[in-house]
């Protein structure tokens, strides 16, 4: 028999808010996070800036974290870091696991990120290269190295199962959760902190995405007429996954079931996606789910609001879901919080959850009319919805696709 997954904790931290009732309020209400903001050049003190959209998490709270852990215990972090354990102490809160036995020998911790510590490494450099030092700070390696998020939150909550992360780009937190579910289904854990954290709004990053010429120059519009281009966001999401039976025997309030994961490689470009790539993850993902393709679903997008990449995945659910698209929700919160890069596909896929639960759509923002290249049936304003369940989509360059199906509890 299968090991059903549920899920029993969640928490996150981005532009939209310092926690997942605040990210909710702002994006069901369609209060976008996108604004303009000012990177300085050099050292701080040049009056030289590059400047653009973003999605900040500016506003972190470090309430939580500072109440339950000693200062001198998370020692220096980088902010990628720190978006994922201010979003993993929130899920593990509402899961009430902290102190649990099995988090001793039955847990694991798998996240997903992009591109690493990228404000540590930044700093490094500028010592190297501006100022002339001959030494980086003894700190900068495991400060900014991309598997620090998993092991801090392993040392944090005293997990001694496997932790780890994955990287894949803008799908890395995506395959974070599916692999954590399989993790669950064999048996070698029952629980599971899984999600994804993303601190890319420093200038060298920021320069980076924008000489690709993907970045949008006023905000995301997704799968709209003129729309330009990405928005970079930054922050973490976090989701607690839990063999259903242990959930029920602790008493835990289950807020909805992981019950399906799907993944595939296009093998065919760097950048561009491939149809034929996101059809196959899409139908591997309602496979694994048992899910129908004519059930009517929530459908969250990857949505970025480039070009290509949006045209290219509305061809895909046509094409999958055929007429019965007509009767599914598509979202697109990438519009509300930016691109979150790794992190992106856990905040999607945990605001989906919360949308399930609240029977609620979030509203696609900034849509300046329709595209017939994008023809699937948006939600342009707050939309009651009495769906079941929830597909939510990640593709990232290198053709790495991963979808999950998720369940109303």
Same mark, same amino acid.
């Given at each position: 028999?299968?090991?059903?997954?549920?899920?029993?904790?969640?928490?996150?931290?981005?532009?939209?808010?310092?926690?997942?009732?605040?990210?909710?309020?702002?994006?069901?209400?369609?209060?976008?996070?996108?604004?303009?903001?000012?990177?300085?050049?050099?050292?701080?003190?040049?009056?030289?800036?590059?400047?653009?959209?973003?999605?900040?998490?500016?506003?972190?709270?470090?309430?939580?974290?500072?109440?339950?852990?000693?200062?001198?215990?998370?020692?220096?972090?980088?902010?990628?870091?720190?978006?994922?354990?201010?979003?993993?102490?929130?899920?593990?809160?509402?899961?009430?696991?902290?102190?649990?036995?099995?988090?001793?020998?039955?847990?694991?911790?798998? @996240?997903?990120?992009?591109?690493?510590?990228?404000?540590?490494?930044?700093?490094?450099?500028?010592?190297?290269?501006?100022?002339?030092?001959?030494?980086?700070?003894?700190?900068?390696?495991?400060?900014?190295?991309?598997?620090?998020?998993?092991?801090?939150?392993?040392?944090?909550?005293?997990?001694?199962?496997?932790?780890?992360?994955?990287?894949?780009?803008?799908?890395?937190?995506?395959?974070?959760?599916?692999?954590?579910?399989?993790?669950?289904?064999?048996?070698?854990?029952?629980?599971?902190?899984?999600?994804?954290?993303?601190?890319?709004?420093?200038?060298?990053?920021?320069?980076?995405?924008?000489?690709?010429?993907?970045?949008?120059?006023?905000?995301?519009?997704?799968?709209?007429?003129?729309?330009?281009?990405?928005?970079?966001?930054?922050?973490?999401?976090?989701?607690?996954?839990?063999?259903?039976?242990?959930?029920?025997?602790?008493?835990?309030?289950?807020?909805?079931?992981?019950?399906?994961?799907?993944?595939?490689?296009?093998?065919?470009?760097?950048?561009?996606?491939?149809?034929?790539?996101?059809?196959?993850?899409?139908?591997?993902?309602?496979?694994?789910?048992?899910?129908?393709?004519?059930?009517?679903?929530?459908?969250?997008?990857?949505?970025?609001?480039?070009?290509?990449?949006?045209?290219?995945?509305?061809?895909?659910?046509?094409?999958?879901?055929?007429?019965?698209?007509?009767?599914?929700?598509?979202?697109?919160?990438?519009?509300?919080?930016?691109?979150?890069?790794?992190?992106?596909?856990? @905040?999607?896929?945990?605001?989906?959850?919360?949308?399930?639960?609240?029977?609620?759509?979030?509203?696609?923002?900034?849509?300046?009319?329709?595209?017939?290249?994008?023809?699937?049936?948006?939600?342009?304003?707050?939309?009651?919805?009495?769906?079941?369940?929830?597909?939510?989509?990640?593709?990232?360059?290198?053709?790495?696709?991963?979808?999950?199906?998720?369940?109303?509890?």
């Amino acid at each position: 028999m299968t090991r059903r997954v549920a899920v029993t904790g969640m928490g996150c931290v981005s532009g939209l808010g310092r926690d997942v009732a605040e990210s909710w309020r702002r994006v069901a209400a369609g209060d976008g996070a996108i604004r303009d903001l000012v990177l300085p050049r050099g050292d701080g003190t040049s009056t030289v800036t590059t400047r653009g959209p973003a999605a900040p998490a500016d506003h972190i709270d470090t309430t939580r974290i500072d109440a339950r852990f000693d200062a001198r215990t998370l020692g220096k972090l980088d902010p990628l870091v720190r978006f994922a354990i201010v979003a993993a102490t929130e899920a593990m809160e509402q899961a009430g696991l902290f102190g649990h036995p099995l988090l001793d020998d039955r847990a694991a911790v798998l @996240l997903g990120c992009g591109s690493g510590g990228n404000a540590t490494f930044e700093v490094g450099y500028r010592r190297l290269f501006e100022r002339g030092l001959d030494k980086a700070h003894p700190q900068t390696i495991p400060t900014g190295m991309i598997s620090a998020p998993a092991s801090r939150i392993a040392m944090l909550f005293g997990i001694h199962g496997p932790a780890m992360v994955l990287a894949s780009a803008c799908a890395s937190s995506a395959h974070a959760i599916g692999e954590a579910m399989h993790m669950i289904r064999a048996g070698r854990v029952d629980v599971a902190i899984a999600g994804g954290t993303e601190a890319c709004l420093t200038l060298g990053s920021w320069i980076a995405w924008n000489s690709l010429g993907a970045m949008a120059a006023d905000t995301c519009r997704p799968f709209s007429i003129d729309r330009q281009g990405l928005v970079l966001g930054e922050g973490a999401a976090v989701l607690v996954l839990e063999e259903w039976e242990h959930a029920v025997a602790r008493g835990a309030t289950i807020l909805g079931e992981l019950a399906g994961y799907g993944a595939s490689s296009d093998a065919v470009h760097i950048t561009a996606p491939d149809r034929a790539g996101i059809e196959r993850a899409i139908r591997a993902a309602h496979a694994d789910a048992g899910l129908p393709f004519d059930t009517p679903v929530l459908i969250s997008s990857h949505g970025t609001g480039t070009r290509l990449n949006d045209a290219t995945e509305a061809e895909a659910l046509r094409s999958v879901y055929g007429e019965a698209l007509a009767s599914d929700t598509v979202i697109a919160t990438k519009s509300a919080h930016g691109h979150l890069i790794g992190a992106s596909g856990a @905040l999607e896929f945990l605001l989906g959850l919360v949308a399930l639960r609240q029977g609620l759509a979030p509203p696609v923002l900034n849509h300046l009319g329709p595209d017939p290249a994008c023809d699937v049936p948006l939600v342009l304003a707050p939309r009651a919805i009495d769906h079941d369940w929830l597909v939510s989509n990640s593709f990232a360059f290198g053709g790495l696709n991963a979808v999950l199906v998720g369940r109303r509890a």
